[in-house]
């Protein structure tokens, strides 16, 4: 009897893991094209300074919208681009028309202080090793200033091999590009990667800041993450701002910048251009 229901299990379980293998390989399938179909387009979310309030900034956020399957969540089709490869063919080109989207703003901000634009580097566009000739590729071609671009690596990108890491991203640093390490704290391990991993700034997750009103230990996390980049040098930025008393507790705990759906949703680049230029 046990065996019988162990063989319906398996069968189950089994028809369960090869639906979602079928899905994945039919979202690779259709992302494969996404881009020349014009299905895929970059959201921008702005970043702001907390001491005056100003908009400093803005992350690129891409987005895809396929025409049957509808909205296709960036954490799904993400992971999938990076699994499959696709990634590579995809970061360059979210980075060139990022960076082309910058430049814009600029242009129709003059006399105004520019604002940088901050794109999301997967561990594999780092591990690839040809990062910094598509940054270089993609200023050049654009005129974007070197220094008006922030590059966010997540803490996985980084661990493993830091010493590949470090030496790309000093590559980076060395062109002008900034290094932000994204949702930190996650991570473990980030108090000792600080200090063998050039960057120029952290950004807390927000699962720290989505407590930092209600739980001490959460708070007390936050402004040590604050105190000890600062001793380093480095910046900080709270990411997942959703209530007014985050954000006043983080102005006055010293974090640097934050962004957030209080702060401002992340908008298409006509909308974005409207609000910021
Ligand atoms: P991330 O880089 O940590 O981006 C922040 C995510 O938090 C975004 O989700 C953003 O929409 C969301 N967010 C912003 N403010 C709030 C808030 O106040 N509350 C909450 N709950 N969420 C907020 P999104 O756009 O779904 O992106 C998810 C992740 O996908 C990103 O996390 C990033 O790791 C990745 N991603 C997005 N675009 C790209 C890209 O062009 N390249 C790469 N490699 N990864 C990307
Ligand atoms: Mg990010
Ligand atoms: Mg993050
Ligand atoms: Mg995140």
């Not at 997540?154 to 980076?172: K, N």
Request: charged share 25%; hydrophobic share 45%.
């Amino acid at each position: 009897q046990a065996k019988v229901a162990g063989k319906n299990c398996f069968r189950f379980y089994s028809r369960a893991m090869d639906q979602a293998v079928e899905r994945r390989v039919h979202l690779e399938h259709e992302l494969r094209g996404a881009w020349d179909r014009g299905e895929l387009s970059l959201a921008y979310q702005p970043v702001f300074r907390l001491v005056d309030g100003a908009m400093i900034g803005a992350e690129a956020l891409l987005r895809w919208k396929h025409p049957e399957l509808g909205v296709v969540a960036p954490s799904v089709f993400i992971d999938v681009a990076e699994q499959s490869g696709l990634i590579e063919v995809l970061g360059p080109q979210v980075l060139r028309q990022a960076c082309a989207d910058a430049v814009r703003w600029q242009e129709s901000r003059k006399g105004e202080e520019p604002l940088f634009l901050a794109v999301n580097v997967s561990p594999r566009q780092l591990r690839n090793g040809d990062l910094p000739d598509v940054v270089e590729a993609s200023l050049r071609e654009t005129g974007l200033p070197a220094d008006l671009l922030h590059l966010e690596l997540t803490e996985t990108a980084v661990i493993g091999d830091e010493r590949h890491a470090s030496s790309l991203l000093s590559q980076l640093r060395g062109m002008g590009v900034k290094v932000w390490l994204d949702d930190f704290g996650t991570g473990f391990s980030g108090l000792s990667h600080l200090r063998r991993v050039p960057v120029d700034g952290v950004k807390i997750d927000r699962s720290f800041v989505a407590d930092v009103l209600r739980d001490p230990d959460d708070l007390a996390l936050t402004t040590a993450i604050i105190a000890m980049a600062h001793s380093l040098g480095i910046l900080v930025v709270a990411e997942g701002v959703e209530k007014e008393g985050q954000y006043a507790i983080l102005r006055e705990r010293g974090c640097d910048f934050a962004q957030g759906y209080w702060l401002g949703h992340p908008v298409t680049a006509d909308e974005f251009m409207a609000v910021a230029c």
